[in-house]
T-cell receptor, first 114, second 119 residues
Framework: EPEVTQTPSHQVTQMGQEVILRCVPI?????FYWYRQILGQKVEFLVS????????KSEIFDDQFSVERPDGSNFTLKIRSTKLEDSAMYFC????????????FGSGTRLTVV | AQTVTQSQPEMSVQEAETVTLSCTYD???????LFWYKQPPSRQMILVIRQEAYKQQNATENRFSVNFQKAAKSFSLKISDSQLGDAAMYFC????????????????FGQGTILTVHP
């Protein structure tokens, strides 16, 4: 069964450093998403991406965040200057239509900011 | 804005028994989709079941079924013949069906319910 692949599975970074989280969505999917889950809390929407541009973003997704699809297969989330409160599990997801049939999630990247 | 509420932080069930997880939501929209996702200890989010709001018939996937009450804005998940592998965090989620709506394409999740299955 097709999978969404996320790398790395765990990243530790110093506060103030830039991090890039990588995702390879399912190849025939057109919609891409990033979600965040702070430990023990609910899963929160960050951003959706379609046709090479952001289609929607949440209030969490401020200027320190950016997304990119650099080469037609990867989908990345960049956090420019990490803060302690960015420590969370970050999930990438993709869908073939706009999600009406559900989304396929990756296994997540656990980001720890120290 | 839509909200999703799961009022049961934790539930437990004996293996082979049936358990029901509750979910309520708030929306002014008439057309939307509802989902249940399972998050096992591996942390991966796995789609369990999906319901289209315009369909009155409750969705079923093997041992998993829902009780969708549109007027009450309730969407509970029933797990029959519970297995040890069902132990996980379960999230209810909402997605607008309205093209161009503010939440189009985005999932709004509830807080989750931790399900423990006792052998």
């Amino acid at each position: 069964e097709p999978e969404v692949t996320q790398t790395p599975s765990h990243q530790v970074t110093q506060m103030g450093q830039e991090v890039i989280l990588r995702c390879v969505p399912i190849s025939n999917h057109l919609y891409f998403y990033w979600y965040r889950q702070i430990l023990g809390q609910k899963v929160e929407f960050l951003v959706s991406f379609y046709n090479n541009e952001i289609s929607e973003k949440s209030e969490i997704f401020d200027d320190q965040f950016s997304v990119e699809r650099p080469d037609g297969s990867n989908f990345t989330l960049k956090i420019r200057s990490t803060k302690l409160e960015d420590s969370a599990m970050y999930f990438c997801a993709s869908s073939e239509a706009s999600g009406s049939y559900g989304y396929t999630f990756g296994s997540g990247t656990r980001l720890t900011v120290v | 804005a839509q909200t999703v509420t799961q009022s049961q932080p934790e539930m437990s069930v004996q293996e082979a028994e049936t358990v029901t997880l509750s979910c309520t939501y708030d929306t002014s929209e008439s057309d939307y989709y509802l989902f249940w996702y399972k998050q096992p200890p591996s942390r991966q989010m796995i789609l369990v079941i999906r319901q289209e709001a315009y369909k009155q018939q409750n969705a079923t996937e093997n041992r998993f079924s829902v009780n969708f009450q549109k007027a009450a804005k309730s969407f509970s998940l029933k797990i029959s013949d519970s297995q040890l592998g069902d132990a996980a965090m379960y999230f209810c989620a909402y997605r607008s069906a309205k093209a161009g709506g503010t939440s189009y394409g985005k999932l709004t999740f509830g807080q989750g319910t931790i399900l423990t299955v006792h052998p």
